[in-house]
């Protein structure tokens, strides 16, 4: 079992930014949410890593309702837009830092932290600082971070935003084949529809916080449920 959203709604104030949620992600799948800038696909992705409380509505994480857990409980790996690195630390200790919290042993860590710069494809690169690397291999290094503790599920909100648009293209094609290796069952939030077409197994697409259709991508390219849709998919403009 991978996440389930149940009924789950949330307001800011008078703004309702998600509507009657509800979302299947199955396990070990990639997941996008889909959506122009301001239709919920954020707050969701908080609302699963326990970083917002839902106002109705429930959320499983492995069959488990996570729903008013404390966050650190659910072993979750994040990357975000501007995922900040520790300035003052190596690549080597960026990763090591939630096994080191952990208190797991220096050697295991060590081990474990080889086998992570190999997997991001930054081998040769541990010892640099953030300072010394490219923005698209510091998204490596923080997704590399993020994996490090093995986590259930891995939340990305648009991680490539900041990159531009041919470092873009290579770490999408790069984050499938990652994917496709590691299977931890993830959610990548990206307004961009090639991305999600190109990422990911099954695709959601989010409108004024309501969910318009969930599918793979060809079902959502070749037979979108609604006329919001059908223009936000359709033609790559
Ligand atoms: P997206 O990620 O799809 O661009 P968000 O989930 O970030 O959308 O935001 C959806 C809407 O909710 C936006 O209109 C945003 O301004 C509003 N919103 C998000 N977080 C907050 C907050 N903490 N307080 C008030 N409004 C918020
Ligand atoms: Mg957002």
Known sequence: MGILV???SKQFGDFQALDNINLEVKNGSLTALLGPSGSGKSTLLRLIAGLETPDRGKIFITGKDFTSQDPRDRNIGFVFQHYALFKHMSVRQNIAFGLEIRKNPKQKTQARVDELLELVQLKGLGNRYPSQLSGGQRQRVALARALAVEPQVLLLDEP???LDAQVRK?????L???HDEVHVTSVFVTHDQEEAMEVSDEIVVMNKGKIEQIGSPADVYDNPATSFVMSFIGPVN
């Open 170 to 174: 290579e770490l999408r094609a790069w």
């Open 176 to 178: 499938r084949r990652l």
């Open 6 to 8: 149940e009924n789950v």
């Open 160 to 162: 490539f935003g900041a």
